[in-house]
């Protein structure tokens, strides 16, 4: 309590913030490499959401579901392409095929 009292006194000395008067407006340079950041993961999501697409268009899914995985995918384009790559991928499950075949 006589803590609480002291601070309640003294908050004015106590809470002293550092001067934010230094620059701190949206630069050229800024704006660019914002703009080509969101080009660049746009770039990134629309190739895991193609690979996606055309891998449901590869196995015959419906077109709710084609879509359904187009939004996970364009939630989760980093964990997909690992998956896909690892698991899904159609061309090497056909060199598999082929490779047994002989």
Do not use: F, G, R
């Given at each position: 309590m006589l803590v609480e009292l002291f601070a309640l006194r003294n908050f004015r000395t106590l809470e002293r913030f550092a001067d934010t008067?230094?620059?701190t407006e949206l630069t050229t340079g800024m704006?660019?490499?914002i703009?080509?950041?969101?080009?660049?993961s746009l770039i990134y999501t629309a190739g895991a959401i193609s690979?996606?697409?055309n891998y449901n268009n590869y196995i015959g899914s419906t077109y709710g579901m084609k879509m359904f995985y187009a939004v996970l995918v364009f939630i989760f384009p980093s964990f997909y392409y690992p998956v896909y790559a690892l698991m899904l991928n159609p061309i090497r499950k056909l060199t598999h095929l082929k490779g047994s075949a002989k």
């Open positions: 008067n230094t620059d704006v660019a490499l703009v080509i950041m969101i080009v660049i690979l996606s697409w």
